[in-house]
């Protein structure tokens, strides 16, 4: 059973969010990290694009497959993780610590606010 931790937000194309200090930091969650298999190559958007909730903003590659990450928000791209580009197997190791994506300086904090809860995640999931 993927975890699904209590103080993050979600979306159903399973991004995490949490928003601090005006700052949402975002990744992939666990179940998407385990659905995905050993992940071999993250791409990140470049720092100071604008970017859209719901768009693609960058792709992970995994042995077997490789997906799109979309926007929890509306704002700009703070930083990214460069760890990732030497070591993505953080994503896998550590979807919601070191594994991490992006930083977005949302436009709306309350936008933060519509993600899905963990509580409707878990639902999505069908747990």
């Given at each position: 059973?993927a ?7 979600f979306?159903?194309?399973?991004e ?18 385990e ?8 791409e ?8 859209r909730?719901?768009?693609a903003?960058g792709?992970i ?16 791209v703070?930083?990214v ?8 197997e ?14 977005i ?8 606010e ?14």
């Open positions: 059973m975890t699904v931790p209590a103080d993050l937000r979306t159903e194309t399973h995490w969010a949490r928003l601090a200090k005006g700052e949402l930091t975002m990744g992939i969650t666990d179940y998407a990290q659905e995905m298999g050993e992940i071999v190559m993250v990140l958007p470049e720092a100071e694009a604008r970017v909730k719901g768009e903003i792709s590659e995994a042995v077997k497959t490789a997906e799109d990450f979309y926007s929890p928000v509306d704002g700009k703070l930083r993780n460069e760890k990732l580009q030497s070591s993505p953080l994503v896998n190791q550590s979807p919601y610590e070191q594994g991490w994506l992006v930083v300086v949302p436009e709306d904090e309350k936008s933060f519509q993600l899905l809860t963990p509580e409707q995640y878990k639902q999505h999931l069908g747990e």
